[in-house]
């Protein structure tokens, strides 16, 4: 079987296989870095790239041949998987070193690191975006509708909800100022706000809307979830804003 986009597919693969890795990790290495093992962020981090690319392999799977094999195709599919090599390389490094990654500015080094971390986040978002744009104009399917539309509005919102986490220093908005409290897994915040939980959302829209339309093949239905998508990244953001967290356990 030929793959739609061998690049991006056999790096989702190995992203996955790594986050089995480094997840690993946390059960042998006892250093924690917010009150959780050093290695959780990179490890989730594997995962959330690994499922990003399998769907953006997917979605060129809609395109024509002709269209996979054009330059902007390549291009797209080339800077994503760059961006994701980079930001993934540093925050394991720095998780190595037991230190943070994101909101990091303690020294110039780690300042212009976490504005490249930036640039890196930012070209995920606009090649997802683009990516979107060129799967909703190459065909008139259903699809072709759900698939192009959630990517590109999944890119817009999750490009919104990280510039509101990028302009403070952490995700949390008031509460424990730890992970140690959080959800299981996740870690989000029980006792305040946690933009991480818009910042989920808004990512997944580009898997929700599919998947929906694939159960219930009806325009308005796609274009129902893409609407609700929307509204529900709104309201975990003002939620978050408003110090209340997701579940308060």
């Known amino acids: 079987m030929t793959l739609a986009s061998p690049l991006l597919t056999r790096t989702a693969v190995a992203f996955a296989f790594l986050?089995?890795?480094v997840y690993a990790l946390t059960f042998f290495d006892a250093r924690l870095l917010y009150g959780v093992s050093v290695w959780e962020k990179p490890s989730k981090f594997f995962l959330s790239l690994a499922i990003?690319?399998?769907t953006l392999a997917w979605g060129i799977s809609l395109?024509?041949?002709?269209?996979?094999?054009s330059r902007g195709i390549r291009i797209a599919s080339l800077a994503f998987l760059a961006a994701a090599v980079f930001e993934m390389v540093y925050m394991t490094y720095q998780s190595s070193l037991g230190e943070a990654s994101h909101f990091n500015r303690s020294t110039t080094f780690h300042d212009v690191m976490y504005s490249l971390m930036g640039m890196g986040a930012l070209t995920l978002t606009v090649t997802t975006g683009y990516l979107g744009w060129r799967i909703r104009r190459s065909g008139t399917t259903l699809m072709h509708f759900a698939a192009g539309w959630s990517f590109m509005v999944s890119a817009v919102a999750t490009a919104a909800v990280a510039g509101f986490l990028s302009s403070g220093n952490g995700h949390w908005i008031g509460g424990d100022q730890t992970d140690a409290t959080g959800l299981p897994f996740f870690?989000?915040?029980?006792?305040g706000g946690d933009l991480r939980v818009a910042h989920?959302?808004?990512?997944?829209?580009?898997?929700?809307?599919p998947l929906i339309t694939w159960f219930w093949p009806d325009k308005r239905i796609a274009t129902a979830a893409l609407i609700a998508g929307v509204a529900v990244v709104a309201g975990l953001s003002a939620q978050a804003f408003m110090g209340v967290p997701l579940f308060r356990v």
Not at 63 to 69: A, G, K, M, T, V
Not at 200 to 209: D, E, N, P, R, S
């Open 52 to 54: 990003h690319m399998a």
């Open 200 to 209: 989920f959302a808004a990512l997944h829209i580009m898997q929700a809307v």
């Open 63 to 69: 395109l024509s041949d002709e269209q996979r094999r």
């Open 19 to 21: 986050f089995l890795v």
């Open 187 to 191: 870690h989000w915040s029980t006792t």
